[in-house]
């Protein structure tokens, strides 16, 4: 009987043989089947080891799976079942993996989420396209629209489909759904006015219900409206208030559930000088209420003045536009904070400092932005969205900075051209998308990506390589948009805009990058959310049919398996709260670059925010994060520390302050949704 030394893999090459693997297998089995485990797993190694040396041959994968799940099935029935299950789901996700040409695995949770929401069906439910045949479809939509620029349709279609199936480069989950689909909407952002008239509201209502239906979510400025009790000539009765009217746009998106690819979801904004203002911020008080929506107050300079000499400042009517009372600022803005510490509602949005940034004031002001924040839109506008994934740019703890800049030129190339293969859902949104091009070129991956370069999150190093890298990508995204523009000509409001002023010839694109949430595109891509810390480490996913799955950081797994410390045992016990900042067997170095999203103080998450803001045309999407036990003056530091440092709105979450979110932290192990990536924990924020 011979000591097995090395293990023939599936493409005929050889690498050493580790029963370790083997036992962190059995471990993830086991725990998938919530038996007691003891010390079985390792008593369960040493019986298939003893039986693969026992052929006296070197085994190969298939083998020593084979044998796995022979054991298993005389030890336990239902933990072999599910080694059995997830053997094929790993089978399956090899076939996807050479169909995508991808050098990385697909995870069982990007499968998931492919499968779910992503690939084309038939009539009958049934899918009728692979991953690859996806990136396929929308590559070839997209490049068909160069043609009318006399470019290469062929040329273009194979660079664009390099670009998404290597991940290196995602659109929005809308272009992935429906280019070349019978639908055609493209975006993923947009913004609807609601004037003060019965027949504008109920055109929103219907308006955003078309726009949902296609995946889209959408923002709104209720500050037009007449406050509450205010005077209706037509009818001689009282106006019910924004509030109550944003009630008929929250049970609209319960119906529609954004057409069953993912569910709706809306911003509502309302100015701090409107007399409503203290019914809008308590609003999220009672539990269920506007559901749907996250909340924001549109706050002003003149606002944040009194605040801090504490003065009393002017509630507007907007119908008559006189000062109807005055309120105290510093009241004001305690509430809010008191307000967003207990139900996560409502965030800010520094609405002077989006406007002052605004490319196209010659169009007008900008009243809203998009359900996450990170798109100020005029009304009737909408935004295409994509992220680069910032980890296919490290090698060998550097970045490769000429690879990225040809990216981001390729990625700004597609997202422009998107614009003209996109079939709008309202003729006044393909007038004003039209007439802006607005785009937001954006990065995911950002947390894993310093993890690879060993700078921890929480420090001044990543802020400056935050600031350094988004210049970067913002200064060759401008590039590419003005090259475009002198070769197809500049956006239709260019005369008169920001960049008239600063001198340029020419630009495609009013704006060109937006800092998004990501959500899903980067579980496909299997990295970190936006520009998000890592949630956590190790966790546990709920999947289909009321199964759990462990997983863990792919960086940290790598890592400590290079190193040897890994096991499935020390990933149970991560998981128990998701940081290892308590955890002896992880080296100390790497506990300070682990850090995770609630390890990291809050000053950190908006020194972050501000920096990549400081070089991103549009704005950032980044979720504040607090512990359970964070106290209201924590939350009143992180708002005043974004105003200061000229961040263009704030969202905060303090652990437990929603009865609705994505992320539990329980007695025995952290626990997330299926489709939970980091950033925003609730259901509200449009993934």
Request: hydrophobic fraction near 40%; charged fraction near 25%; charge should be positive.
């Amino acid at each position: 009987m011979a000591t097995i030394r090395q293990v023939r893999k599936r493409d005929g090459s050889y690498v050493g043989f580790q029963p370790q693997k083997i036992t962190d297998a059995i471990h993830r089995a086991i725990f998938d089947a919530r038996v007691k485990d003891g010390k079985q797993a390792l008593a369960l190694t040493k019986d298939i080891v003893k039986i693969l040396e026992s052929k006296d041959e070197i085994p190969d994968v298939e083998q020593i799976q084979d044998t796995i799940e022979l054991v298993l099935s005389k030890w336990n029935r239902k933990v072999a079942n599910l080694y059995h299950e997830f053997r094929l789901k790993k089978a399956e996700a090899r076939k996807l993996r050479k169909k995508l040409g991808l050098k990385e695995k697909l995870t069982y949770n990007a499968l998931t989420v492919l499968e779910r929401r992503y690939l084309l069906r038939d009539e009958q439910g049934r899918i009728i396209e692979t991953p690859g045949q996806l990136f396929r479809r929308v590559a070839h939509a997209i490049a068909s629209v160069e043609a009318k620029h006399g470019g290469n349709v062929t040329k273009k279609e194979e660079e664009f489909h390099r670009l998404m199936s290597s991940l290196e480069f995602l659109p929005n989950s809308p272009t992935l759904f429906n280019a070349g689909a019978p639908l055609k909407q493209l975006s993923a952002c947009f913004v609807l006015p609601v004037n003060d008239s019965l027949e504008s509201i109920f055109k929103a209502v219907r308006d955003m219900a078309l726009i949902e239906q296609s995946g889209g979510g959408v923002g709104f400025s209720f500050s037009n409206l007449r406050p509450e009790g205010d005077v209706v000539k037509s009818t001689g009765g009282v106006a019910s208030g924004p509030v109550s009217f944003m009630r008929i746009f929250d049970a609209a998106t319960e119906v529609i559930k954004a057409g069953g690819k993912r569910r709706g979801a809306l911003m509502g904004i309302l100015r701090v000088d409107h007399p409503d203002i203290e019914r809008f911020i308590t609003a999220k008080q009672k539990p269920g209420f506007l559901s749907n929506f996250n909340l924001s107050v549109a706050v002003t300079d003149e606002f944040m003045n009194a605040v801090q000499k504490n003065k009393d400042y002017d509630l507007i009517n907007p119908r008559t536009k006189k000062s109807v009372r005055k309120l105290n600022a510093r009241y004001i803005w305690d509430l809010i904070i008191e307000n967003t510490w207990k139900t996560g509602d409502p965030g800010v949005i520094f609405i002077d400092e989006i406007n002052r940034k605004n490319p196209t004031s010659n169009v007008g002001l900008i009243e809203s932005t998009n359900p996450c924040g990170e798109q100020p839109l005029h009304p009737y506008e909408s935004c295409n969205l994509g992220s680069i994934n910032l980890t296919k740019f490290v090698s060998d703890g550097m970045i490769d900075w000429d690879k990225l800049a040809r990216t981001v030129k390729l990625s700004v190339n597609f997202l422009d051209d998107v614009i003209d293969a996109n079939k709008h859902p309202l003729p006044e949104i393909e007038k004003m998308v039209s007439a802006n091009r607005r785009i937001g070129l954006g990065i995911m991956g950002w947390a894993d990506t310093l993890v690879l370069l060993g700078i921890p999150y929480n420090s001044d190093k990543a802020v400056k390589l935050a600031e350094k890298l988004m210049s970067f990508i913002n200064k060759n995204a401008h590039e590419a948009s003005q090259q475009l523009g002198k070769e197809r000509g500049s956006f239709p409001n260019f005369k008169g805009s920001l960049w008239q002023k600063k001198g340029h010839k020419y630009m495609r694109n009013a704006t060109v990058t937006t800092i998004a949430p990501t959500g899903t595109l980067s579980i496909i891509a299997g990295v970190s959310s936006g520009i998000e810390p890592i949630f956590a480490v190790s966790f546990v996913r709920k999947v289909l049919e009321g199964r759990h799955l462990l997983e863990s950081n792919r960086v940290f797994e790598q890592i400590a398996k290079e190193k040897g410390f890994f096991s499935t045992d020390l990933m149970l016990k991560i998981a128990k709260s998701g940081s290892v900042q308590n955890i002896k067997e992880v080296p100390a170095d790497l506990r300070r670059l682990f850090v995770t999203a609630l390890d990291i103080s809050p000053e950190w998450h908006v020194k972050m925010q501000a920096a990549f803001q400081k070089y991103t045309d549009n704005a950032v999407s980044k979720t504040i994060n607090f512990p359970q036990n964070a106290k209201v003056s924590d939350v009143k530091k992180a708002y005043e520390l974004a105003y200061k440092l000229r961040c263009k709105g704030i969202t905060i979450y303090r652990y437990g302050s929603k009865p609705e979110q994505v992320l539990y932290i329980g007695d025995s192990m952290m626990q997330v949704e299926s489709e939970f990536s980091g950033g925003c924990p609730t259901s509200v924020c449009s993934l």
